[in-house]
């Protein structure tokens, strides 16, 4: 697999109505087993990169953005779910915390060569997942 040396990277949603660009690599990447993670992406747990915000560029579709504020977490406090509102792909998360903006790596158009480098919400994790590699199999920025 090639390395991105440009370190940009390109994202979309399952209509490709909403497009954007990350520039940078995420300053941190993490696996989420918290139940609200699961039952927004439908799925046994969550992968999370976190940018800073200037990192995230939409190039199309922003009118198109559906915005969804999560209450019921379990810090108590408020996260902005953000998703395609025309094919319902979910895209970002704005957590409470200002400077951060979360993407799920699934919505990349390129694999990358991200590593999770923790889990996170352990006690929400289904018995049957089990642990989680951490290493990479190729070389890695994070």
């Known amino acids: 697999m090639a390395e991105n040396i440009n370190n940009t990277y390109h994202g979309q949603c399952l209509c ?8 940078g690599e995420p300053f941190q990447y ?4 918290c139940k609200n993670c699961k039952r927004s ?3 046994s747990f969550l992968p999370n990169a976190m ?5 995230l560029r939409i190039v199309q579709g922003e009118d198109t953005l559906e915005k969804y504020a999560d209450r019921d977490t379990l810090s108590g406090n408020i996260i902005t779910r953000i998703f395609c509102r025309k094919c319902g792909s979910s895209l970002f998360v704005k957590p409470a915390k200002e400077g951060i903006i979360i993407v799920y ?3 990349l ?3 990358t060569e991200w590593v999770p ?7 929400d994790k289904y018995s049957w997942v089990k642990e989680i590699n951490f290493r990479a199999k190729h070389p890695s920025k994070l």
């Open 16 to 23: 490709k109505n909403v497009q954007f660009q990350l520039d």
């Open 41 to 43: 992406s439908g799925s």
């Open 105 to 107: 790596p699934g919505s």
């Open 117 to 123: 480098r923790k889990e996170i919400h352990i006690d």
């Open 51 to 55: 940018f800073k915000p200037f990192q």
């Open 30 to 33: 993490v696996i989420c087993h």
């Open 109 to 111: 158009t390129s694999v």
